[in-house]
């Protein structure tokens, strides 16, 4: 069983920064692809970032010169800083993985750009 739990979402006005976090446990190894996806009011969710086991990133074009993915293998944690927030950005930020096969979710976290 694989649990991931989000955390860091919030209200932020344009321009801002947030820092989201993913922490991940059961039996698993801390090598295991993590990523981010979201999913804006009314829209299909989309991937944001992932990021391997060895720290080898994937990002959407449109997303990768203002939001970095990284990882903490140690605290089995994987961090979406975004930068120079936008109102399209509003929307649920999940955190994803692949174990075995199987694809996790975490519960989300709402991220709310607006002043």
């Known amino acids: 069983q694989v649990q991931l739990v989000e955390s860091g979402g919030g209200l932020v006005q344009p321009g801002g920064s947030l820092r989201l976090s993913c922490v991940s446990s059961?039996?698993?190894?801390?090598?295991?692809?993590m990523g981010w996806y979201r999913q804006a009011p009314g829209k299909e969710r989309e991937l944001v970032a992932s990021i391997t086991g060895i720290g080898i990133t994937k990002y959407v074009d449109s997303l990768r010169d203002r939001f970095t993915i990284s990882r903490d293998n140690a605290k089995n944690t994987v961090y979406l800083q975004m930068n120079s927030m936008k109102p399209d950005d509003t929307g649920v930020y999940y955190c994803?993985?692949?174990?075995?096969?199987?694809?996790?979710w975490g519960q989300g976290t709402q991220v709310t750009v607006s002043s």
């Open positions: 994803w993985t692949n174990w075995r096969g199987s694809h996790y």
């Open positions: 059961g039996s698993i190894s801390s090598l295991i692809p």
